[in-house]
Nanobody
Framework: QVQLVESGGGLVQAGGSLRLSCAASGSISRINTMAWYRQAPGKEREFVASITKNGGNTFYADSVQGRFIISRNYAPHTVYLQMNSLKSEDTAVYYC???????????WGQGTQVTVSS
């Protein structure tokens, strides 16, 4: 079992920055890729960014490429999402997810709200 707890969300003006954190606990040695997803009101959950084990590879949605940065520490096991140049369309609940090499994200956090005012 893996537990994921997000933090760092809040209200920010357009053009501002926020850093989200996701603390992992439990069977963390089994975690392979970690990712951030988001879900805006009335929309489906969408991929934002992911980072492989040991931080070797990162991937971003086109909509956040060049503005968001995903990173990962291992002591304690935490994944970050640095969000810069925020836009109103970035408003959503952001979720952290962990893949235990099953090919899908097996564990999800409870989400943290990010609201960008224009």
């Amino acid at each position: 079992q893996v537990q994921l707890v997000e933090s760092g969300g809040g209200l920010v003006q357009a053009g501002g920055s926020l850093r989200l954190s996701c603390a992992a606990s439990g069977s963390i040695s089994r975690i392979n890729t970690m990712a951030w997803y988001r879900q805006a009101p009335g929309k489906e959950r969408e991929f934002v960014a992911s980072i492989t084990k040991n931080g070797g590879n990162t991937f971003y949605a086109d909509s956040v490429q060049g503005r968001f940065i995903i990173s990962r520490n291992y002591a304690p096991h935490t994944v970050y999402l640095q969000m810069n140049s925020l836009k109103s369309e970035d408003t959503a609940v952001y979720y952290c997810a962990a893949d235990l090499s099953s090919g899908q994200y097996d564990y999800w956090g409870q989400g943290t709200q990010v609201t960008v005012s224009s």
